[in-house]
């Protein structure tokens, strides 16, 4: 038995979905009862992956930091000091969350700009952004 012969498929230029596009697929399935509840199921969704995501980038950057137990210190430790040294971690925690979002957030308003830098600001679209960007952008919280 032969079997036919399968063709090398070419590879093909995936596009990404233009911001614009995207918000017209948004509002017109809005306009219909069923699509409109598909489209705020998959708008939760992509929140909860932005939110893991930030999560996740706010991990490994923790993981960077070169931490020592208090318990490996070479000096003793007031009260004061240790409030002192729980308030810098709070700060730290703080800034690690800020930067977690700035570098997700940037990613996707910029997912379709192929000049981005993410340490050049001026290469900046803060406009944009593909789909997942257009999905929260139409939520009732975004446009108030």
């Not at 210190?73 to 009260?79: D, G, I, K, M, P």
């Not at 730290?92 to 910029?110: D, H, T």
């Amino acid at each position: 038995m032969n079997l036919p012969e399968k063709k090398a498929a070419l590879p093909r230029k995936v596009m990404s979905m233009t911001h614009e596009r995207a918000l017209e697929i948004i509002e017109r399935a809005q306009r219909d009862k069923y699509l409109a509840r598909e489209v705020d199921e998959l708008r939760e969704k992509c929140g909860q992956f932005i939110g893991d995501l930030m999560h996740e980038v706010g991990q490994e950057i923790a993981a960077k930091e070169r931490k020592i137990p208090v318990l490996l210190r070479n000096r003793e430790e007031s009260a004061i000091s240790l409030r002192s040294a729980a308030a810098h971690r709070e700060q730290r925690a703080r800034e690690r969350r800020e930067l977690a979002e700035a570098v997700v957030m940037g990613a996707l308003f910029n997912s379709g700009n192929p000049d981005w830098d993410p340490l050049d600001p001026a290469t900046y679209e803060t406009d944009r952004g593909g789909l997942l960007m257009a999905l929260l952008k139409t939520t009732r919280k975004w446009v108030e």
